[in-house]
Each structure stands twice: as structure tokens, then as C-alpha cells.
């Protein structure tokens, strides 16, 4: 079994798991361990590895001329995206 271990995140991120979770009644720990897998594991293996996957969204991002979003702007798309997906 894995060491349990306390983590801080951003209180409006953990609501947003939390409401997530919840719709899909799922725990937040379920929730939260598929998200970690999924940008820890399965992201990097379109590149070579987790820190190539990094520069190269970074290069993308310079050469493109986009801002970085803010954590707001980030969960604010997630949740409209989200809401396009389920067709509300």
C-alpha cells in the first residue's frame, strides 16, 4: 500500500475536485490519483518524457505569442469546457 502523505492545494482547485467528484460519484481521491496519472503518465508518453512534454508546451506557448493562465482562467475554461462536453 502506499505512504499516505498530507499535500496542500489551492482552495478554489480542491473545491473544484470536490464538485467533480461528486458529480461523478467518485471520492476525491479516486479523482484525484486518475488526474495525476493521467498528466504524470499518459501526457508524457506523446513525448519523450515528462520534461520534453514541458518545453515543448512552453516553446508552443512563446511561439504562439499566449499568455499563461492564471489558476482562474485555467479552472474557469476546465468547468465551460466541461459543460460543452456534457452538452449543458
Not at 503518465?41 to 516553446?59: D, I, T
Request: glycine residues 4%; negative net charge; hydrophobic residues 40%.
Amino acid at each position: 500500500m502506499a505512504e499516505k502523505q498530507r499535500t496542500f492545494i489551492d482552495a478554489a482547485l480542491l473545491e473544484e475536485l470536490r464538485v467533480r467528484a461528486h458529480e461523478q460519484s467518485r471520492t476525491e481521491g479516486e479523482l484525484l490519483e486518475e488526474i495525476v496519472r493521467s498528466y504524470l503518465v499518459l501526457a508524457p508518453r506523446r513525448s519523450e518524457s515528462l520534461a520534453a512534454f514541458f518545453e515543448n508546451l512552453e516553446r508552443r506557448r512563446r511561439e504562439e505569442g499566449v499568455e499563461q493562465l492564471s489558476e482562474e482562467e485555467a479552472i474557469s475554461l476546465l468547468s465551460v469546457g466541461k459543460r460543452e462536453v456534457e452538452g449543458e
